[in-house]
Every structure is written in structure tokens, then in C-alpha cells.
């Protein structure tokens, strides 16, 4: 943090400054002629003299003749990080929902009824823009996860169906494509965004189902029950990868200030939030997604 912070202090303009551990890694890659070390030295706290260095910007230079070329091939790159991004996605949320699979056949917990699934799917859907009738009026302060069961059977035999594996692809497919080519706020984000929580989620120590029934409860109340429970797991997962579907870019406080129309649909409250949610809600609810 002190490194970083004079760097950024004793910075030069048009310049860019980089600390020894980059510029190593850019030795370690045949790159040391991409930098030049700094003649003076940056003092930091608790660390001395460092030597830093500027990035030499020969090989940043514009060749318009050579500009489509590289526009397409940065274009080109684009699209294979955000369909990387999307197939690990998919192999995260696929990994929680056979979590699930493998509780629910331990526990002996049958399926609902299709009949049961659609008539609560029905009752999700809201219907005009009456402020009563909107997303931000469906939040809880808190759930109420369900108590621990210890098990035997431990479900290893337990895989996803392709259909479901298919249905999961297209959804997070779609999903992405419904995020716009904001700065910020685009699927490169969201992506970083389930990394992160999944990350949180998977440091958090869960109860094993072969534990013994004292272990495991322990372990169950120390963690709140999040982790026990992988619904929850998946449901933070996919609302992490909702979150800023077809954000602006601009934030709410704007949004209302000049009177959008996404703002007024929502009375000026969580415009954003409640738009990514309501769009990604509804595509689940297409019966292209009945199995997912």
C-alpha cells in the first residue's frame, strides 16, 4: 500500500510508472525493452529507496496503416475472454446445483411437481408498474435457512442431466449478451463479481455430511448455515451474475435527475438493480429454461 501510494504520488505525467516485481515479470517475458529504469529513487515507509520504473511507449506507438488490423484482433480477443468468462461461469453455477442435487439425495428431499414449480413461477410474475407491484418491495432483511441434517449418503454418484448443462450454457450465454459495453459495468465485471463471491463462499468452512452429528452442527451454526445449505450458495453465485445486466453505465442518482424513463418505471428507487433483475427474471422464466 505505501509502495503504491508514492508511486502514484511521485508519478510523472504521460508517464507510467511501474514498481521492481513488474518490471521482473516483464524481464521473465522478453519485455525489458518495454521499460527503462527511473533515475531518481521513490522513498517509501517502512521500505526505503525503491527503484521504479517507466514503461518506454516505442512499441504503444499508433500505425494507422496497421489499425484495422489490430482493432480486429483486439475485437477478436474480446470475444474469446467474455465466452471464457461465460464457460467458467457456467462450470461454477454447474458445480453448485449438483451441491444440490447431492443434499437432496441424502437427505431423501423428492423433487417438487412441475404443476407446483409453475404455479409458483406464475405467481413471481408482476404485472404493470404500480409501485406495490415491484421488485425493491420483495426484499427480506434476512431468510431463514434451514436447520442441519446429517447424512450417510453422502450423493457422490450425483450428475447434472446435459439438458440441464445445455440450458444453464444458453441462459448465461444470453445473460451475457444483455450487458452493454460500459467501462465499468459490463459482463467482464460481472464475472469478476461471482469469482469473488465464490471465492468468499468456498473459504467459509461448510459441515461435511459424514461428520458426526456434534462436529457438523458446530460447524453448521459457526457459518450461519450459509454453506450448508448450496441453494444459497447458488442463489448469491447467480445473483452476482444478474446484477448489472444492461446497466447504463449512469448511475441511479442521474437516471432520476434526468427523469429516465427506466427511472420513472421504477419510482426512483434501485432503477438499475431492480431493471437487472426484472430482465434477468423474466428470461429464466421462459419455458426455453423449464429444466435449469
Known sequence: ?????????????????????????????????????????????????????????????????NNKTSQIQTENDEKRKLIRSAEWTVEVMSLHLTEMAKVRKARKIAPDSRALIESLEQQTKRQGSDEGNQVINEVAEYIILPDYTSSKDDGENVSLDDTIVRELQNYVQTIASLYNENPFHNFSHASHVVMSVNKLLSRIVAPDLDDADDDGKKLHDHT??????????????????????????????????????????????????QNSFDLAWDLLMEPAYKNA
Open 1 to 65: 500500500m505505501n509502495t503504491a501510494s508514492r508511486m502514484e504520488s511521485t508519478g510523472l505525467a504521460n508517464h507510467i510508472q511501474i514498481s521492481q516485481d513488474t518490471a521482473n515479470l516483464l524481464a521473465s517475458a522478453d519485455k525489458s525493452h518495454w521499460f527503462k529504469e527511473r533515475e531518481s529513487k521513490v522513498t517509501a515507509k517502512g521500505k526505503g529507496e525503491l527503484t521504479t520504473y517507466f514503461l518506454t511507449m516505442d512499441q504503444f506507438t499508433y500505425d494507422a496503416s
Open 224 to 273: 450461519y448455515g450459509i454453506t450448508s445449505d448450496p441453494l444459497t450458495r447458488f442463489a448469491v453465485v447467480f445473483a452476482a451474475l444478474i446484477h448489472d445486466v444492461d446497466h447504463s453505465g449512469v448511475p441511479n442518482a442521474q437516471l432520476v435527475k434526468e427523469k429516465a424513463p427506466v427511472a420513472a418505471l421504477y419510482h426512483d428507487k434501485s432503477v438499475a438493480e
